[in-house]
């Protein structure tokens, strides 16, 4: 089946600095990606549809300056929390489409 | 009221037994009906993939989706411990490559 990778799988940084995730198809070419968000008990919430070679689409809600999106290439989207705060805390993941959508394994981010 | 509720449990079964799993939704829109499986601190994977009412089975697995009651289902049947996992229900309005709206989630644990 068709892979996604998501690096790291884990990090934690300082209140105040960037994180950069990176989301990768790895056998297929995704047309879109979608960055989701889960906090603990809770359901994955979408935070943007990215598509190759255009800006991202944010939710309603989420800040598309703190979140910045980048979808350069068909196999590699990257989301990067800027000025990440403890409330950022969470866990991030990707999915990419071709036919449906196939999931990376996520990313936990915490934030001290 | 949130667009797709799905009870968080957890519920917990002994090896064997069948399971039911549900979603309500209220956007009559939605046509697309999807069950997920998660692992801890994993990303999801897709079990069943439905757009029509009725039941599509796939080995221990049964999706049922009614349409006019806005309700879906997931039935495990003989489950096992390699089941114990979070099941989201999830669903969309046009098809795979548009974003998922996810439920909370359900908590299953099978016991030996």
């Known amino acids: 089946g068709a892979v996604v990778s998501q690096h790291p799988s884990w990090v934690i940084c300082k209140s105040g600095t960037s994180v950069k995730i990176e989301c990768r198809s790895l056998?297929?070419?995704?047309?879109?990606m979608f960055w989701y968000r889960q906090f603990p008990k809770q359901s994955l919430m979408l935070m943007a549809t990215?598509?190759?070679?255009?800006?991202?689409?944010?939710e309603q809600g989420v800040e598309k300056d703190k979140f910045l999106i980048n979808h350069a290439s068909l196999t590699l989207s990257t989301l990067t929390v800027t000025s990440a705060h403890p409330e950022d805390s969470s866990f991030y993941i990707c999915?990419?489409?071709?036919?449906?959508?196939?999931f990376g394994p996520g990313t936990r981010l915490t934030v001290l | 009221q949130k667009e797709v509720e799905q009870d968080p449990g957890p519920l917990s079964v002994p090896e064997g037994a069948i399971v039911s799993l549900n979603c309500t939704y209220s956007?009559?829109?939605?046509?697309?009906f999807m069950w997920y499986r998660q692992y801890s601190r994993k990303g999801p994977e897709l079990l069943m993939y439905?757009?029509?009412?009725g039941n599509k089975e796939d080995g221990r697995f049964t999706a049922q989706v009614d349409k006019s009651s806005k309700y879906i289902s997931l039935f495990i049947r003989d489950s096992q411990p390699s089941d114990s996992a979070t099941y989201l229900c999830?669903?969309?309005?046009?098809?795979?490559?548009?974003?998922?709206?996810f439920g909370k989630g359900t908590t299953l644990s099978v016991s030996s």
């Open positions: 999915s990419a489409y071709y036919l449906e959508q196939f």
């Open positions: 056998d297929f070419q995704a047309t879109t």
């Open positions: 990215s598509n190759e070679g255009s800006k991202a689409t944010y």
């Open positions: 956007n009559s829109a939605f046509q697309y």
């Open positions: 439905t757009y029509s009412s």
């Open positions: 999830a669903m969309t309005f046009n098809q795979a490559g548009t974003a998922l709206i």
